[in-house]
């Protein structure tokens, strides 16, 4: 049992060794996320969402060819239960709009645009308020990564489909 389950092991550590992201296996990908450059509206989850992405994307390079947009509204609302009627949680919504500019000598052209939307639930504690709120950070934070792997995934979708329709 135990040369089976060594085995076992030893193939799915193997398995996984070959991993890489897929900017780096693409040398066009990884040229256009180094060259673009992240905005936002100035809210906490829009900076969050660049934090996540700036620790994604490959290093900036010393000039910007796009110029990525983030704007995120917040909502909050209540969740009830059906026996009580007492709130027993809430539900944060994020909504991200998301532009994507190309840089140009007169100004900026708006090439693609999207949406993305999180929704998180964090349970309310009754008289526990540090429970509470370290439940609501978590919850942002739990977002915040949703958002900014979405986000990459579709900018990357976006630039392997150009690339595509650029060598046809």
Request: charged residues 30%; glycine residues 2%; hydrophobic residues 30%.
């Given at each position: 049992m135990k040369t089976f389950l060594f085995f076992f092991v030893l193939i799915f550590l193997g398995s996984c060794s070959g991993f890489t992201p897929l900017f780096q296996e693409?040398?066009?990908?990884?040229?256009?996320?180094?060259?673009?450059?992240?905005?936002?509206?100035?809210?906490?989850?829009s900076l969050s969402i660049k934090k996540d992405l700036l620790k994604k994307i490959?290093?900036?390079?010393?000039?910007?060819?796009?110029?990525?947009?983030i704007e995120t509204l917040t909502e909050t609302s209540s969740t009830v239960t059906a026996s009580d009627r007492k709130?027993?949680?809430?539900?944060i919504i994020t909504t991200s709009n998301i532009f994507l500019y190309k840089r140009e000598?007169?100004?900026?052209?708006?090439?693609?645009?999207?949406?993305e939307k999180e929704i998180t639930m964090f349970e309310l504690s009754p008289n526990q308020v540090l429970s509470t709120l370290a439940s609501r950070n978590k919850a942002f934070e739990i977002s915040s990564e949703n958002l900014s792997k979405s986000i990459l995934d579709r900018i990357m979708i976006y630039f392997s489909r150009n690339n595509n329709v650029d060598k046809k």
């Open positions: 693409h040398s066009f990908l990884n040229n256009e996320l180094r060259n673009i450059a992240i905005t936002t509206d100035k809210k906490k989850m490959p290093p900036k390079a010393n000039k910007f060819s796009h110029i990525m947009k709130t027993s949680g809430y539900e000598k007169k100004y900026d052209r708006i090439i693609h645009s999207f949406e």
